[in-house]
């Protein structure tokens, strides 16, 4: 339970990065265990100070302008240029679908990077989003390539949901996955994340050999679908030493 008014931002701050999106007092109140009235004020300071905006009844919270100006800086900090941006964005041309990039940052797997594409069937993707070690390839590419020790330590006790029929639950069909990520140099995610959701994802290495990212592209079932995935692992693969030579 949050002790200060601190502690209670914060989590409203988070919930707000969660889909819906937008949220009244009262439904964040319920979701944290916290007092209505405690949210309500909390939301006042940080409306004030534009961390957080309100539609024009009031009646919904979501994330405000300040946010994104901290998040850019912690873009800027890390020296993501336009030019990687370009790269990507040349890549989703393409292939016509959405293209983009994660990091590990600490404990957490963060989506970074999101070029949308325009068409009717999308996977949309933002940055900021975090991803669960087991399912889809910004979370098993990543992964695959940390120190065994912290993969033993990070997946030791834990089975995680099976939100759909091909999502990894174990540490030992996890292990395996890594096993043929790093053996083939990509990663494949098929009905993990959702019907019919497919996906391709390729690691992104530093000069020091150690991965900095995972470049991941997402698109839904269609005719040809296995073709598909396969030209899009192409792709990404001839992009795979740009992107890193661009890589801060």
């Given at each position: 339970?949050p002790?200060t008014?601190?502690?209670?931002?914060?989590l409203?701050?988070?919930q707000?990065?969660?889909?819906?999106y937008e949220?009244?007092a009262?439904?964040l109140?319920?979701k944290l265990g916290?007092?209505?009235?405690?949210v309500?004020?909390i939301?006042q300071?940080?409306k004030?100070c534009?961390?957080?905006?309100?539609?024009k009844g009031?009646?919904?919270?979501?994330?405000?302008?300040e946010?994104?100006h901290?998040g850019t800086?912690?873009l800027?900090?890390?020296n993501?240029?336009?030019?990687?941006?370009?790269?990507l964005s040349?890549i989703?041309d393409?292939?016509?679908e959405?293209?983009?990039?994660?990091?590990?940052?600490?404990?957490k797997?963060?989506?970074?990077i999101?070029?949308?594409?325009?068409?009717p069937?999308?996977l949309?993707?933002v940055?900021?989003r975090y991803?669960?070690?087991?399912?889809?390839n910004?979370?098993?590419v990543?992964m695959?390539?940390q120190?065994?020790?912290y993969?033993?330590?990070?997946?030791?006790?834990r089975?995680?949901e099976?939100?759909?029929?091909?999502?990894?639950?174990t540490?030992?069909e996890?292990?395996?996955?890594?096993?043929?990520?790093r053996?083939r140099g990509?990663?494949?995610?098929?009905d993990?994340?959702?019907?019919?959701i497919?996906?391709?994802g390729?690691?992104?290495?530093?000069?020091?050999?150690?991965i900095?990212?995972?470049?991941a592209?997402g698109f839904?079932?269609?005719e040809?679908w296995?073709a598909?995935l396969?030209?899009?692992k192409?792709i990404?693969?001839?992009?795979?030493?740009?992107?890193?030579?661009n890589?801060p």
């Open positions: 339970m002790s008014s601190i502690d209670k931002a914060v409203i701050l988070k707000l990065a969660v889909p819906p949220y009244k009262g439904e109140a319920r916290m007092n209505r009235s405690s309500y004020r939301l300071v940080l004030d534009d961390l957080v905006i309100s539609d009031g009646d919904y919270y979501k994330v405000g302008p946010m994104y901290i800086t912690y800027y900090n890390n993501f240029h336009s030019k990687l941006i370009d790269i040349e989703s393409i292939i016509k959405s293209v983009g990039m994660a990091v590990m940052d600490g404990d797997i963060m989506s970074l999101e070029i949308e594409v325009h068409q069937m999308k949309n993707d940055p900021g991803y669960p070690p087991n399912k889809g910004y979370g098993k990543l695959a390539y120190d065994p020790e993969i033993e330590r990070t997946l030791s006790g089975v995680f099976k939100t759909f029929y091909n999502t990894l639950t540490k030992e996890l292990l395996a996955e890594y096993a043929r990520i053996e990509y990663s494949f995610s098929i993990e994340l959702g019907i019919d497919l996906g391709v390729i690691p992104i290495f530093g000069e020091n050999g150690r900095k990212a995972c470049v592209v839904y079932r269609g040809g296995e598909k396969n030209r899009v192409d990404l693969l001839s992009y795979q030493s740009q992107i890193e030579r890589m």
